[in-house]
């Protein structure tokens, strides 16, 4: 579905990411992982056409992302920010009801059919209740899952993710993990940002590791999210237990004379 | 809802018809308009009638065209508190004016003065601020949120703090009989203005065309940049509204000097009324700040009459405490 070539990422001329080969097929779900500053936003803004690249190339379906139109893209993809500055007293119907925006360019109202979709996205959330409350008045788990809402209602193949789980509680956490392995199972493509690595396990088929300095890791969860590859790139020991038929993350207390080594190192 | 607007609308041009120095009869009123609508105002009612129409459809347009540049002006750097003279265009097109009033230039060179004044200083502000109204798509490095960074209201900040500092000087060492002139343009008076064609050949396609894009403005308001993720074009968007809205700040206040606090209150009482969706308050503002600038227009050629008030005194004065009263109650929410 959304392939990179080559692709190289930097921040303040710093590299973050160095000649990425990646492919996401429909039916599968990546959890990006990597520490703080490692690029993840900044991939998942690449991705999304947010941003140019650095170097290489993005192609959706096949086709470079800037040779899509803006409005046909917004019909393929959906993302969903890390954070929300919300100036205005939009309502929440209102916020869901703009992610059909796409869908009409000639109508200066939504249809019936528009509603309908804003309506079954906020039943999915649990968050029908709030139709009509003005957005800056929720708290931030209600706004995630109105924003994650409006994701829902733009209806596309593809679903980029910035820190999904993010300000909701435990329930939600693991509704929204398991809501996106469903679309997934429907033919859906999913790209999230996390930091649980519990969550990425139990909702995610494949993992993109950032190391922070360039370096990556592809693969399906089983193959990348390994304690050794985990615990380097979080610069952090990590230990993978069995619990029954799961498996826990967990970090595991630093040895003495540490064969981890922090890998963020600024040149 | 518009239909009460358009009400509104007309009823204050009836007041503004009938009242003043002199009143003309409500009896008067059908013949006066119909020997108007002639071409050949004869009689006391429907001369005064003509004149006093001429001002108020002025008042009009630059009420209406402040208000729809506010709207625009508060979507474009998402803050509900900035105003179309937020970015100076109103103090540039001061020091075109003042320059004019300053060498005793005619009326039509002061307003002259003013557009180029405006004109000016929103094509030094979009040379300055290029990148950021750029935003995504338009230039290939986009690695600044614009409309976040706050660098387009910052640069426009400092070059009115400039141009006033300008005005500031010419108002020092103009010679006494010019200033009172000069003062009066300043707080924006529509004294001596009459039917007009110019700002309604801005006023409206720029609705017209704002209506167009009212929904893109919608989601440019919730979603800044990631806006591009629905598929609007936030570069071309930005720029729309920072060119529409300042060819109407520049055209109002060329009509009726920098009339204070019209684009501020009226945008936010709309949101306030309405709601936030421009659907509705691109119409709804435009209709309201028409009204209520011929509204104290009209009040303020009558309250103190025959002596004549400055408008930007009333709308400033009502304006405030208005403004104050909402900033309250917004806060109180937020808590």
Redesign the interface.
Same mark, same amino acid.
């Not at chain 2, 290939?140 to 690695?143: G, P, T």
């Not at chain 2, 591009?228 to 074009?233: F, N």
């Given at each position: 579905m959304i392939s990179t070539q080559d692709l190289t990422l930097r921040a303040d001329g710093r590299l973050l990411v160095e000649r990425l080969d990646w492919r996401v097929n429909a039916g599968e779900s990546w959890c990006v992982i990597g520490p703080n500053g490692a690029g993840k936003s900044t991939l998942l803004r690449t991705v999304a056409g947010l941003r140019a690249p650095d170097g290489g190339s993005v192609a959706l379906a096949g086709k470079p992302l800037a040779d899509w139109a803006l409005p046909a893209l917004a019909r393929e993809r959906a993302y969903l920010a890390q954070a929300r500055g919300d100036a205005f007293a939009y309502r929440v119907i209102e916020t869901v009801l703009m992610a059909r925006h796409p869908y009409h360019a000639d109508r200066y109202w939504e249809g019936s059919d528009d509603h309908a979709a804003a309506e079954a996205a906020l039943r999915t959330l649990d968050v029908l209740h709030l139709a009509e409350r003005d957005v800056r008045t929720l708290s931030g788990g209600e706004r995630q899952r109105v924003a994650i809402a409006a994701l829902l209602a733009q209806d596309t193949p593809l679903l980029l993710l910035d820190e999904p789980a993010n300000a909701l509680d435990l329930a939600h956490q693991v509704a929204v993990t398991e809501l996106m392995a469903t679309l997934c199972r429907a033919g859906r493509a999913v790209v999230s940002v996390g930091h649980d690595l519990n969550l990425a396990w139990s909702g995610a088929t494949h993992a993109l590791l950032l190391m922070g300095d360039g370096r990556w890791h592809a693969g399906t969860t089983r193959e990348v999210m390994r304690p050794d590859l985990l615990s380097a790139c979080l610069g952090h020991p990590i230990a993978a237990i069995a619990h029954g038929a799961r498996t826990v993350f967990l970090p595991d207390a630093p040895q003495s004379g540490a064969a981890v080594t922090p890998i963020r190192n600024t040149p | 809802m518009l239909g009460v607007l358009g009400l509104f609308a007309l009823l204050a041009f009836a007041a503004a018809g009938l009242t003043g120095s002199v009143a003309v009869p409500l009896a008067d009123l059908p013949q006066a308009l119909a020997s108007l609508a002639a071409g050949e105002p004869d009689g006391m009612s429907a001369t005064l009638l003509d004149l006093r129409l001429g001002r108020a459809s002025s008042a009009f347009v630059t009420g209406a065209a402040l208000a729809l540049a506010g709207v625009m002006m508060q979507a474009l750097v =998402?803050? &509900?508190l900035a105003d179309p003279y937020v970015l100076g265009v109103s103090a540039g097109a001061a020091v075109g004016a003042l320059a004019a009033l300053l060498f005793g230039a005619a009326l039509w060179a002061v307003d002259l003065g003013a557009l180029a004044g405006a004109v000016g200083i929103s094509l030094l502000l979009y040379l300055l601020a290029r990148r950021e109204l750029g935003g995504? @798509?338009g230039g *290939? =490095?986009? /690695?600044v949120r614009s409309g976040?960074s706050g660098v387009l209201l910052l640069t426009g900040v400092v070059l009115a703090s400039a141009c006033m500092a300008l005005v500031t000087l010419m108002l020092s060492v103009a010679p006494e009989s010019r200033l009172r002139g000069m003062v009066f343009w300043m707080i924006g008076d529509l004294a001596g203005s009459g039917w007009r064609l110019l700002p309604w050949l801005v006023l409206l396609p720029a609705l017209l065309l704002a209506l167009r894009r *009212? =929904? *893109?403005l919608? %989601?440019m /308001?919730?979603? /800044?940049?990631?806006a %591009?993720?629905?598929? %609007?074009?936030v570069a071309f968007e930005r720029r729309f509204l920072f060119l529409c809205s300042g060819l109407l700040t520049a055209c109002a206040v060329s009509t009726g000097g920098s009339i204070g606090f019209v684009g501020l209150v009226v945008p936010h009482a709309c949101?306030y009324a309405f709601? &936030?969706?421009h @659907?509705i308050l691109l119409p709804a503002a435009t209709l309201a700040g028409g009204g209520f600038l011929v509204l104290a227009d009209t009040l303020a050629r009558t309250v103190l009459a025959p002596q004549q008030l400055p408008v930007g005194v009333l709308t400033s004065l009502i304006g405030v405490p208005v403004f104050l009263f909402q900033l309250h109650q917004l806060h109180l @929410? @937020?808590r």
């Open positions: - | =998402r803050n &509900p995504l @798509r *290939a =490095r986009a /690695a976040e *009212a =929904r *893109a919608n %989601v /308001a919730l979603h /800044a940049d990631a %591009v993720a629905l598929g %609007v074009d949101r709601g &936030p969706d @659907r @929410r @937020r």
